[in-house]
């Protein structure tokens, strides 16, 4: 699942701070002088409970909230000085799938293409068929409007839209948390299988520990604005559903319980 190391982290974060404002007029402090590292091809998850500051995070990665201090580095080229250019390698699949009502699912998916100017032409309407293909949509569904369809085809139809442009980096924050657990594992499994044939790099935020360990090769466990753990998972066997029924994964998801439970307390 992890590409080659390669000799420069492709996403770092250094001393990361970012503050709200509040009514009160103190501001808070929802990322404090956060750092981490996310190598290049890997899928890492941002595990922690409500409010630790995993999507704002994920913002700051994506260039839509700026840091108050720190720094955010994309092969060593500042997001600051360098964003427009940098954001053109990422994709964003958000929780909702905010595919826009009056399009059809396949005139969603070309959305990304249209906005940077590409147009619509064989090569990019077979980009788009192929990623409805691979995340499961028929053609019967392409023609369909989003009141048409269901949450999960919703998503599914976002990760297609996500995936057109063919993004080296893909920021997914909490897509599956409306989904039901079947749904979800199957979804789970179609983003190892983006990672493994792009070799793109995947951060995927969730509060959920069995996903988080069935997709992640990294978990960076937060609390309260910082990494307090990031923790390697590995097994010997393919992630492959059973997985989640083995004596190793029962094992990782205790320990990764009991990192979570001390880093909350």
């Excluded at 390669?6 to 002088?33: A, E």
């Excluded at 994506?62 to 840091?67: K, S």
């Excluded at 893909?170 to 179609?190: C, G, I, T, Y």
């Excluded at 960076?220 to 559903?241: N, Q």
Aim: include cysteine.
């Amino acid at each position: 699942m992890t590409a080659e190391s390669v000799p420069n982290p492709t996403i770092h974060c250094s001393g990361v701070t970012v503050q709200f404002p509040t009514q009160s007029g103190s501001p808070q402090t929802v990322l404090d002088r956060l750092d981490l590292t996310i190598p290049t091809g890997s899928v890492t998850t941002l595990l922690g409970p409500s409010g630790c500051g995993k999507s704002t995070l994920l913002r700051v990665i994506a260039g839509l909230i700026q840091p108050i201090a720190g720094e955010v580095s994309i092969d060593q080229r500042s997001l600051r000085t360098d964003g427009r250019k940098l954001r053109e390698m990422m994709s964003f699949v958000f929780q909702e799938s905010a595919l826009l009502p009056w399009r059809t699912v396949l005139q969603n998916v070309m959305l990304p293409v249209e906005l940077r100017g590409l147009g619509r032409n064989k090569a990019t309407l077979e980009q788009a068929y192929h990623w409805l293909e691979i995340v499961g949509l028929s053609k019967s569904d392409w023609t369909k409007r989003p009141n048409q369809l269901s949450g999960g085809m919703k998503m599914r139809a976002s990760i297609a839209r996500a995936m057109t442009t063919l993004p080296k980096i893909l920021l997914m924050d909490e897509p599956f948390a409306a989904l039901d657990d079947v749904l979800r594992s199957k979804l789970n499994d179609l983003i190892l299988r983006i990672a493994e044939e792009q070799r793109c790099t995947v951060v995927f935020v969730t509060h959920n520990i069995s996903e988080a360990i069935y997709i992640s090769d990294s978990i960076a466990v937060m609390s309260e604005g910082k990494i307090a753990r990031k923790l390697p998972i590995h097994f010997d066997e393919p992630r492959l559903p059973k997985l989640r029924s083995t004596e190793p994964f029962a094992r990782t998801y205790g320990n990764v319980s009991d990192i979570l439970f001390q880093a909350v307390s």
